[in-house]
């Protein structure tokens, strides 16, 4: 995979981006996402270990990590099938 200059803001378990860098390079940045709450590189730095984290994640019912957030994006019509389809392909 080529992982030259790139920038992840889409969380790779649960498809959120606020513009947050989660990977730089292929490096984790060890942002939080303020929706599911992963750490880069804790729970998703393979592809077995984000599903593992996002299966226990909508098990739970999908809790956002940060109210702020949550409100932020509720009244702009949340919705997390959209979100879970925002995953890019190689992390689903
Ligand atoms: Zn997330």
């Not at 606020?18 to 303020?34: H, L, Q, R, Y």
């Not at 599911?36 to 730095?45: L, Q, T, Y």
């Not at 077995?48 to 949550?70: C, D, I, K, M, T």
Request: proline fraction near 4%; include cysteine.
């Amino acid at each position: 995979m080529d992982e030259t200059e790139t920038w992840e803001t889409v969380c790779r378990v649960c498809g959120h981006d606020d513009a947050d860098v989660f990977w730089a390079d292929g490096w984790p940045t060890a942002e939080i996402c303020s929706c599911c709450g992963n750490e880069s590189d804790v729970g998703d730095d393979s592809v077995a270990g984000l599903r593992n984290y996002r299966g226990y994640w909508v098990g739970q019912g999908a809790p956002w990590q940060s109210p702020r957030a949550e409100r932020k994006h509720r009244s702009q019509g949340w919705d997390l099938l959209r979100q879970l389809a925002n995953i890019p392909e190689q992390w689903r």
